[in-house]
Structure formats: C-alpha cells, structure tokens
C-alpha cells in the first residue's frame, strides 16, 4: 500500500481517476496519451496504490534539457487527483511527496497551477505559496531545489 511508479498495466485502474478528474477524450485515447507517457523518460505517473485499488495519481513531466540553464530548469505537475472519497487522509500529501523528490533529482524547479478554490488550499496546507499568474484564478507554485 502506498505511492508507486505506474506502468502500462495499471491502465485499467487510472482510467476511472483520469475520468473522475476530467477529460474530454474517450478511455481509447486517454490510454494511447498514457502509452505515450509511459515510453517517456521525461515524464512519470505516480499512483497510489491501496491493496491493488488505486485511489490517486500524480503525472509530472521535465521539460528536458533548456539551452542556458542546462538540465537545471523546469519540471511540471501536470496532474494530482485523489477519489473524493479518499481525500484527507495523506494520499495527496503521499503523491506530492513523490513528485517533489523525483523532481529533485531532475531539475531545479518544480511548478503548477491549481484552482484558487478547489486545490490551492491543500497545497497550501502543505506549506506552499502560490502567486498570482495571468489566469487570476489559477496561482501558480513552485518549488526550488538546492543547486
């Protein structure tokens, strides 16, 4: 139980989350994306694993190699969705965790959006600031790790 690395053959138990969290493409092509990520080495999907049922899921990407800062530069938190149910109980804390240590290794910042009312409170409990960005409903976060 707990925060793990996914792979391909998670796809039938991060299709009910990616749906709950909101898509606008069918199972066919979420998973056809989800192959894509997989195959990546920029990016990865971290899921949180209770007893063979996942219950939340991260997805974070480095954005490569940048010109002047080298490999040094940005990774984003594209997604973390936890079932409603399931929410407060330390499986976002558990799945950001994951996330801020894969990216340490990688980069030198970690940055996201998140609703001003839905999601910026849980990071924010997490001791995170967000500043204002041009989407005024959106702050963005970040974090910099040691150089």
Known sequence: MGVRELGLDDWVGLWPLVEGFGTEFSEVESRGFFEELVGDPRWVAFGYDDGGELIGYAAVQNYGTHLRAGRKHHARLHDLYVLPDRRRGGVGRDLMVAVA??????VRYLEWQAHHERAAPFYERLGYRGEPCPQPDYP????????
Not at 101 to 106: G, L
Not at 140 to 147: H, L, P, Q, S, V
């Open 101 to 106: 240590e894969w990216a340490s290794t990688r």
């Open 140 to 147: 963005t976060f970040e974090i910099e790790f040691a150089k």
